[in-house]
């Protein structure tokens, strides 16, 4: 079998590449199980000129270039775990993973009374015998009842209809009270009352999130206030996280590999914003940020090509990027997308993007990534080498060797590759 060199990979289609070449041993004992407090003392591997230093999230601003710009994902977690128990006295698990239906506004749906329906995982499904799961719970004195039915199945996830009694509360409500904080699978412990604080930003705002967009974690309001001082912009969008974050790529070649959809919410006074910052250093704090920028960069070439595009042809798909003739600058892609909300009467745009960043992708709007350690094999790590090259594993070899904590709850590094930020 033929060994391909990084530069002939990063000339294929990345759906032929295979996940094997993206793949470290990342033992147990490597894994943060529980965050750093104050969480800005978190260790930073700084990654720039292709040298590789060290520091701690507090001094990050000393290591941006001048005049940067870093944007924020402002998604909020939701308490997205449900433990009911079936008339044995079973647990049985519910794990929200997104509203159902089309075109999801999730302020609206939040504030949902009496009956919502969602996609969800059921663990110990098999043991769902009842028509209807029910759970009272305490909201602020007041005895709410709680109930649960499967309206459906789908290929890898069932329709849940949750009704609750009184019925004259919000779905926040209801969802802050019953749900547990969704800590990610590999963190195997059970979630406390402190991961409510620490598995969220401290700018989190929009809720929808059922993972944190953990390169966010690091940042404290001196952080913050940091920036401001030194004259580096903050711009925040939401893009909510879902599940299949997570999801392992199990498939041999990326080409059977089915990329998740995240909901992401932009306004036009984000996008106006940003036009305005195009030329100086933009650098995303996460994935789930470049994920949102790129995609707007490709709905934007996708106006430009097709003027009269609908909402439904809009949602950029995983492969799209690597198919498609590129027309468009950055500001006009952001100008493109900005004029077409408008036209709808809106002020934002909600919609799906399954957009899949792997090595061959050419970055059109972000120059810097801030991001946390990930999973051998995951999407997540295509992402990174995308932007760095195969120095991933120089970097990621490094932090294995110097006890730097991986993962969710883990340290992080700020990327910088040549040429792209200065």
Not at 76 to 85: C, M, Q
Not at 165 to 188: H, N, Q
Not at 389 to 405: D, F, M, S
Request: charged share 25%; aromatic share 12%.
């Amino acid at each position: 079998m033929k060994n391909y060199r990084f530069s002939e990979i990063c000339s294929m289609h990345p759906k032929y590449l295979k996940i094997e070449d993206f793949t470290y041993d990342l033992p147990a004992e490597k894994i943060a199980y529980n965050p750093v407090n104050p969480r800005d003392q978190s260790k930073l591997l700084i990654y720039k000129d292709e040298r590789i230093s060290e520091d701690i999230y507090q001094n990050i601003s000393e290591y941006l270039p001048e005049n940067a710009v870093l944007v924020f994902n402002d998604t909020k977690v939701v308490k997205s775990r449900l433990f009911f128990k079936n008339e044995n006295g079973a647990n049985i698990e519910i794990f929200c993973l997104e509203p159902y239906g089309e075109a999801i506004d999730y302020e609206q749906h939040f504030l949902e009374q009496n009956s919502v329906t969602w996609i969800c995982f059921i663990g110990k499904v098999s043991k769902w015998k009842e028509k209807e799961l029910s759970k009272y719970i305490d909201l602020e004195g007041l005895k709410v009842k709680l109930s649960a039915e499967i309206a459906g199945k789908l290929d890898d996830a069932y329709l849940v209809k949750f009704s609750w009694s009184p019925g004259e509360i919000p779905f926040r409500k209801i969802m802050d009270a019953a749900g547990v904080t969704p800590l990610p699978p590999y963190i195997k412990r059970v979630a406390e009352k402190t991961d409510e604080d620490a598995y969220q930003t401290v700018y989190s705002e929009n809720e929808g999130s059922v993972a944190a967009p953990t390169a966010g974690l690091h940042f404290t309001e001196r952080v913050l206030n940091d920036f401001s001082e030194k004259g580096i912009s903050s711009l925040f969008t939401t893009l909510h996280v879902g599940a299949g974050t997570f999801k392992p790529v199990k498939s041999e070649k990326m080409e059977d590999h089915i990329m998740h959809a995240e909901y992401l919410n932009i306004t036009t006074d984000f996008l106006e914003d940003l036009k305005s910052k195009i030329g100086r250093p933009i650098i995303t704090v996460g994935t789930t940020s470049t994920r949102t920028l790129e995609s707007i960069y490709w709905m934007g070439n996708k106006i430009l090509q097709n003027p009269e595009i609908t909402y439904e042809d809009l949602k950029i798909t995983q492969w799209l990027p690597y198919e498609t003739e590129v027309l468009a600058t950055a500001e006009e892609a952001i100008n493109a997308l900005l004029n077409w909300i408008k036209s709808t009467g809106q002020n934002h745009l909600s919609i799906e993007t399954e957009i899949i960043i792997a090595p061959g992708y050419s970055f059109k709007i972000v120059n810097g990534l801030i991001t946390n350690f990930h999973q051998p094999q995951s999407t997540l790590l295509l992402l990174v080498s995308a932007l760095i090259g195969n120095n991933w594993k120089e970097i990621y070899t490094h932090a294995l060797e110097n006890n730097y904590r991986f993962l969710s709850y883990g340290d992080g590094s700020l990327l910088l590759p040549r040429n792209k930020y200065s």
